[in-house]
C-alpha cells in the first residue's frame, strides 16, 4: 500500500444528442423509409459512444428532411443553445437532404459560439448493415469533445464548415462536400484540424455576424464579450429559379406577383444571364428591383463561384442592381437572403 498514490480519472465531457430525424433514424415501411428511431435507441445502437462522452439525449422531431422547414431552424438553434449552457458541445442527427440549409442556417443563427455544435446524418439507416451512421455518430462526438469552436458538418470523415457543405451524392458514404474552400479537419485515428484555415473561416463568420447583429440592435462595436447570441428572424419568402436556354422573362417577374422580398437565379457558367432579344432577362431584373426585391445571382456551376465582372453577361445583371453572392453556397445564399442579410 502506498498512500502517496494518487488515482488519477478523467471526467469525460458531456454532449447533448439532438436527433431531428433523416435516413440516419429511418426504417423500412411498405410506402419506403421513414424516420422512426428515437435518441436513445440510436444510442443504444453505437454503444462506443458512451466511452467517448457522457450523452444528454434530445428528440425534437423525426422527419424526414424533405420535410424540413424554414420555421424549424430556430427551433433546432434554441434546442442547441439550450443545452450547451449544461453542455460541452452538440451533435445533430439530421437527415441529408437538406443538411446543408439547416448547417448554413445555425452557422448564421448561432453567433459567437464558443463550443462545437456538430451536424452529421447517414445515408444508410442506422439500422442497416453496412451502415455509415455509427462512424459517423463517432466521428461526431469526437469531433464535439475536442471543444473547436463553431458549427461543423462532420460526414465521411471531414470536418466542413457549416456555410461551406453541399450534399453532392445520392448513394455514396462521402456525401458531402466543401464548396470553395478546403475541409477545416478530418477524423482519422485522431483528428486533423487546419488551424489556418480556421482562422480565416472564423474571422468571415465574424463578419457576418456582425452585420447580422448590428442590424438587429443587438450589438455594437464596443461589445467585447461576444456572448452567443441567438439570430433567428428568418422570413422565407425567397424565390430560387435556375435559368435555362429558352427561359421567359416573365418567370422571373413571377417574384414580383407572389409578393417575394429576395429572388435568387441560379445562372450559367461564372453568372451569365441572358440579354439577347426576344429572352431579355435585363429588363425584368431592373423591374424587380425598381419594386423594392433583391436579386442576387449565384452559379449552377459547384465549385468555384461566381463572378459576375468577367463577362459582358454578368456585367449587365449587375449594371441592373444584381448582386453577385461570390463563392458562396447555393445553400447559404438561400438562407442568408431569407434572412435578408447579404
Not at 459582358?312 to 458562396?328: C, F, H, N, P, Y
Request: charged share 25%; net charge negative.
Amino acid at each position: 500500500y502506498n498512500p502517496c498514490k494518487m488515482e488519477v480519472t478523467t471526467v469525460k465531457r458531456k454532449i447533448a444528442f439532438i436527433a431531428t430525424g433523416g435516413t440516419i433514424a429511418s426504417v423500412p415501411t411498405p410506402e419506403g423509409l421513414r424516420p422512426a428511431f428515437t435518441e436513445k435507441e440510436m444510442l443504444d445502437l453505437v454503444p462506443e459512444l458512451s466511452s467517448i462522452a457522457e450523452i444528454e439525449g434530445h428528440l425534437i422531431m423525426n422527419i424526414d428532411s424533405s420535410n424540413m422547414q424554414p420555421e424549424d431552424w430556430p427551433v433546432i438553434a434554441k434546442k442547441t443553445l439550450e443545452a450547451l449552457a449544461s453542455c460541452d458541445g452538440a451533435v445533430i442527427a439530421h437527415g441529408t437532404d437538406t443538411l446543408a440549409y439547416t448547417s448554413s442556417a445555425l452557422t448564421y443563427m448561432l453567433t459567437h459560439l464558443k463550443k462545437p455544435v456538430i451536424i452529421t446524418g447517414s445515408q444508410r439507416s442506422i439500422g442497416e448493415e453496412e451502415s455509415d451512421a455509427a462512424r459517423n455518430l463517432i466521428d461526431s462526438f469526437k469531433v464535439a469533445v475536442s471543444g473547436q469552436a463553431g458549427v461543423f458538418v462532420v460526414f465521411g470523415g471531414k470536418i466542413i464548415m457549416g456555410d461551406r457543405a453541399s450534399k453532392v451524392k445520392t448513394e455514396s458514404i462521402d456525401a458531402f462536400a466543401s464548396i470553395n474552400a478546403a475541409e477545416v479537419g478530418f477524423v482519422e485515428s485522431d483528428i486533423r484540424w487546419d488551424k489556418e484555415l480556421l482562422r480565416r473561416e472564423r474571422a468571415r463568420l465574424e463578419g457576418i455576424w456582425q452585420k447580422l447583429l448590428k442590424g438587429e440592435g443587438q450589438i455594437d462595436d464596443s461589445d467585447q464579450a461576444k456572448d452567443a447570441v441567438i439570430y433567428d428572424a428568418i422570413d422565407p419568402q425567397v424565390l430560387l429559379i435556375k435559368l435555362y436556354p429558352g427561359m421567359e422573362p416573365d418567370v422571373l417577374l413571377y417574384a414580383k406577383d407572389r409578393g417575394y422580398h429576395s429572388l435568387l437565379i441560379e445562372a450559367f457558367g461564372m453568372g451569365g444571364v441572358c440579354f439577347r432579344e426576344p429572352r431579355n432577362l435585363i429588363p425584368a431584373i431592373e423591374e424587380l428591383i425598381a419594386a423594392g426585391i433583391t436579386v442576387a445571382v449565384t452559379t449552377q456551376v459547384p465549385f468555384e463561384g461566381a463572378d459576375l465582372t468577367r463577362y459582358e453577361v454578368g456585367q449587365r445583371a449587375l449594371k441592373a442592381g444584381a448582386i453577385s453572392t461570390g463563392d458562396m453556397t447555393r445553400e447559404a445564399v438561400l438562407v442568408r437572403l431569407m434572412m435578408k442579410n447579404i
